[in-house]
């Protein structure tokens, strides 16, 4: 076995590939970016190295700095995990070059498989059936155009190199088609360095199902079952789950010895992951190939009881597979859900900040978090935002379904915007309880899962005004420890006058929806009333008595006959509030510092997150209607369109292509009252 390897990757895959070479003994180098110096992962190997700056091209996509960084600290192998150079059959011809040990299948599997397009060429020679589509070499724009037409929109465009969901676009019609082409060719090529693409058909009600495959160097190939991917936004995999609802046996048998022959057919060493669409009558086409391991692969270690990793690493030193297929057997049900740094409110824009709170549920036998972020570290614009997984697992589906779902109400994330309660909102829906998949539940089911802005419930805004007084004691009996006179009404914490035991503070918190004043009357330590609109945990208005106590950073509250938990993240002004499913994120207002101040953007349009500028399609003067792109932004390798709110004339656009922008900044000035000729 190795005693040294190098983790070519960062994140929550790199921490859990050290995780598992340290339970075999083996000694693990971490590679970072300037951005990542602090990173969790550098934290969790034995050893360091310094690969570049913050961008991927210049770091983690740097194989000759990878390579280098491997024989400099005396690595014997290299495990790419996932993502940026793990599908790269020039990286791993490299490390054989090198004298080192990829930790993947040959170069020329992963050529085979590589584009999208060749190897959907092998499979169809092979008598595997595909989506019908356009495969070819020939990329000019006009004769992708026309086969568009003839395959029949909608019309799915995919990187050819591409995988998780970037470079990947719909044109529901040829008057897309040349906007969606040319945003997939501009990820594709910021993502994987290549901007080809393929065309297939898009089925409107699929389920994505894939079949995770082995195989060692004396030939032999097994396949560890199947995994259920339909829940998607953007073709992006939101909830995986493990086996998939309602997989008849015959079904099972028939494509996981589809996908068997397909690891067979290119001499597949390793791990590896064959990925099909069905159509909601078992109907199956084969969709690509991942000659990598892929993201979900928790889920089938939590219902195979294996570990991945750990064949990874056995087969790579040539040993033989440790099981066959007839001692491969399915227990339980796994369900993964994927936590990112993103608004699902706002488009899923990514969210980038420094996170001030990291709390995840703890892990049993029934629950796992993989993560390589914590209190304290940055969330960078440079990298994919996913932050953690939360695997569950239960003798059931309904079981894994039900654990998932406390474990998501444990997760609490402060610093940034996660997507952790729309997770809960997708898992507790009728239609994913009741297993009716494809991949467009998200896209059905949009009232349900986004709904309208509304008020902070009671309890949070309870939770926060109770934490702001507790702050304020806190504070001032430190200041009056050190104050000559201890005992001075000026040392106490509320606002105060003689003939009056009413001692009132006033706080305004602000939820994006409305504003509340809360007015606490302490009676005691533990005791106060609360005043005003909405105050009770049920709604009802007036003041109402209220007991709390503090109890492992947590309020616990008894309030309006209820009693409930709560932590209240402050960061400045801002206040994250968590009880349970619950959450809000309050802003508390200072009314005399923001007394006469009006909230008028007039015809600006601000970017909605920090990124760079990719595209420009206006200039000063041009006549705009509503919807018309204006600008591309850039940001952890997706891009997001602005567009024109009213028809309009531009009066400036205040950035070029190339350009960073922080979130906020004035990207394009409109004046909405110009959108007609004057004449």
């Known amino acids: 076995m190795f005693d040294r390897i190098l983790i070519a990757n960062r994140g929550e895959i790199a921490c859990r590939i050290a995780r598992s070479a340290r339970r075999m003994g083996i000694e693990t180098v971490a590679v970072y970016s300037d951005a990542d110096a602090r ?87 092979a008598g595997v059936p595909v989506v019908p589509g356009y495969h070819g070499a020939d990329q ?135 990925e099909f669409i069905a159509e909601q009558d078992g109907t199956f086409f084969f969709m690509e190939m991942n000659t990598r391991l892929q993201v979900e692969h928790p889920v089938t270690e939590m219902i195979t009881g294996l570990d991945l990793v750990e064949w990874q690493l056995r087969v790579a030193v040539g040993e033989p597979l440790p099981l066959a297929q007839d001692a491969l057997a399915i227990r339980g049900h796994a369900i993964e859900a994927r936590i990112y740094a993103e608004d699902p409110d706002r488009g899923f824009l990514p969210s980038i900040g ?160 409305a504003e509340h004043v809360r007015v606490l009357v302490p009676h005691g330590d533990d005791r106060v009333s609360v005043g005003g609109d909405a105050a009770a945990p049920g709604g009802a208005g007036g003041p109402i008595d209220v007991r709390y106590a503090q109890r492992d950073g947590r309020l616990v509250v008894e309030a309006g006959g209820q009693v409930f938990d709560a932590r209240v993240v402050a960061d400045g002004d801002l206040r994250e509030v968590f009880a349970g499913s619950d959450r809000a994120r309050l802003t508390r207002i200072d009314p005399l510092a923001h007394a006469g101040e009006a909230d008028e953007h007039g015809g600006r349009l601000t970017a909605p997150m920090s990124g760079t500028v990719v595209a420009v399609f206006v200039k000063a003067g041009d006549r705009v209607e509503r919807g018309a792109p204006l600008v591309v932004l850039e940001a952890m390798k997706m891009e997001h369109t602005i567009a024109a709110p009213a028809n309009g004339r531009i009066v400036a656009v205040n950035f070029a292509v190339g350009d960073r922008v922080a979130e906020g900044a004035d990207l394009v000035d409109v004046d909405e009252g110009q959108d007609e000729d004057a004449s």
Not at 65 to 91: C, M, Q, R, V, W
Not at 115 to 120: D, F, G, M, R
């Open 39 to 125: 990173a969790l992962h550098v934290e969790a190997c034995d050893l360091a190295r310094r690969i570049g700056p913050a961008a991927p091209r210049e770091s983690y996509l740097d194989g000759d700095a990878i390579i280098g960084a491997a024989l400099a600290t005396g690595a014997k192998a290299i495990h790419p995990g996932y993502g940026f150079l793990s599908e790269n059959e020039d990286f791993a011809a490299a490390c054989l070059r090198a004298g080192l040990v990829f930790i993947g299948p040959p170069p020329a599997a992963i050529a085979a498989m590589g584009s999208k397009s060749e190897a959907k060429s092998i499979m169809a020679r």
């Open 140 to 274: 000019d724009p006009q004769l992708l155009a026309g086969e568009a037409g003839r395959i029949g929109y909608p019309v799915l465009i995919k990187a050819t190199a591409g995988g998780g969901g970037k470079g990947m676009k719909v044109a529901t019609g040829a008057g897309e088609f040349a906007q969606a082409l040319a945003s997939a060719q501009r990820e594709a090529r910021a993502a994987f360095g290549d901007d080809r693409v393929l065309l297939e058909r898009y089925l409107r009600s699929p389920r994505h199902i894939e079949i995770q495959v082995f195989g060692d160097a004396q030939g032999n190939v097994v396949h560890l079952f199947e995994r259920d991917c339909s829940v998607q936004r953007r073709h992006q995999k939101v909830l995986e789950e493990a086996p998939a609802p309602g997989m008849p046996p015959e079904r099972r048998r028939a494509m996981g010895d589809a996908a068997v022959a397909a690891a067979k057919a290119i001499g597949y060493v390793g791990a590896g992951t064959v």
């Open 354 to 513: 420094r996170i001030s709170h990291w709390r995840m549920p703890d892990e049993d036998g029934r629950v796992r978090v993989d993560t390589g972020y914590r209190a304290g570290d940055d969330v960078s614009p440079f990298y994919d935002p996913m932050l953690a997984k939360v695997i569950a697992w239960g003798e059931d589906r309904e079981r894994a379904r039900e654990a998932l779902l406390r474990a998501l109400r444990d997760c609490e994330v402060a610093g940034v915007t996660t997507n952790t309660a729309f997770l809960g909102r997708v898992v507790a829906h009728p239609a994913f309880a009741q297993a009716r998949l494809d991949t467009g539940l998200i896209e059905a089911q949009r009232d349900a899962l986004f709904p309208p802005p509304a008020a902070a419930k009671p309890q949070l805004l309870l939770a926060a005004a109770i934490a702001e007084l507790v702050a304020l004691r806190d504070a001032t009996a430190a200041s009056a420890a050190a104050s000559p006179d201890p005992h001075s009404p000026w040392n106490t914490v509320d606002a105060w006058w003689n003939g009056s035991d009413l001692h009132r503070i006033v706080l305004r918190f602000a939820d994006g929806v």
